[in-house]
């Protein structure tokens, strides 16, 4: 069984940055992409990013766009979600997740990576807040 912990969260100022890890374990599958949402109180786990297998796919929610830069490390089992310019309506949950692409191969990920039946597993997750 996959195992995915997150870590990194924290009480930042707005402008200020943070740096999300996610440390994988128990991998059955060799190709996976990975990806990053986030719940705020009472709302919809929302798409934060992507990057597929080799990192040449990278997809952002315009929330995220020219802020965030996710990147992974495949031999290390890690994933990353650089956060600059922090405002206070980031403040959520963030959730590292997973997608086996050999057994979705039937779907390209570039048509639904934003979508949380996406993906298979997913990490607990790490609260970011930011305060004004």
């Known amino acids: 069984q996959v195992q995915l912990v997150e870590s990194g969260g924290g009480l930042v100022q707005a402008g200020g940055s943070l740096r999300l890890s996610c440390a994988a374990s128990?991998?059955?599958?060799?190709?996976?992409?990975m990806g990053w949402f986030r719940q705020a109180p009472g709302q919809e786990r929302e798409f934060v990013a992507a990057i597929g297998w080799k990192g040449g796919s990278i997809y952002y929610a315009d929330s995220a766009k020219g802020r965030f830069t996710i990147s992974r490390d495949n031999a290390k089992n890690m994933v990353y979600l650089q956060m600059n310019s922090l405002k206070p309506e980031d403040t959520a949950v963030y959730y590292c997740a997973e997608s086996d692409l050999l057994r979705r191969q039937s779907t390209r990920f570039s048509s639904n990576y934003f979508a949380k039946d996406r993906y298979d597993y997913w990490g607990q997750g790490t609260q970011v807040t930011v305060s004004s």
């Open positions: 128990g991998r059955t599958s060799s190709i996976f992409a």
